[in-house]
Nanobody, 124 residues
């Protein structure tokens, strides 16, 4: 079992930045690739970014490339998502998740453990 807890969400204005953090506990965190997703009201869950177990490989969905950066601190068992130049379309609940080995990195079904989410609201 792995427990994931997201934090860092909040209400910001367009153009602002936020840094989300995902703290992991339980089974060895360091062996997992990790991902960040979001879900806006009335919309499907959306993949945002993923990072390999050693932090050496990252992938992003096109809509956040150049604005969002995923990183991990293995010593602290955390995965962060730095979000810059936020806009109202980024309003959603943001989730982190552990990726199943060998699974599709941009699909939700490729992830098994999920956090409870943290709300991000961007006002115009």
């Amino acid at each position: 079992q792995v427990q994931l807890v997201e934090s860092g969400g909040g209400l910001v204005q367009a153009g602002d930045s936020l840094r989300l953090s995902c703290a992991a506990s339980g089974r060895s965190f360091t062996v997992y690739a990790m991902g960040w997703f979001r879900q806006a009201p009335g919309k499907e869950r959306e993949f945002l970014a993923t990072i390999s177990w050693n932090g050496g490989v990252t992938h992003y969905t096109d809509s956040v490339k150049g604005r969002f950066t995923i990183s991990r601190d293995k010593a602290e068992s955390t995965v962060d998502l730095q979000m810059n130049n936020l806009n109202p379309e980024d309003t959603a609940i943001y989730y982190c998740a552990t990726r199943v080995v060998g699974s599709d990195w941009n699909q939700g079904y490729g992830y098994d453990y999920w956090g409870q989410g943290t709300q991000v609201t961007v006002s115009s």
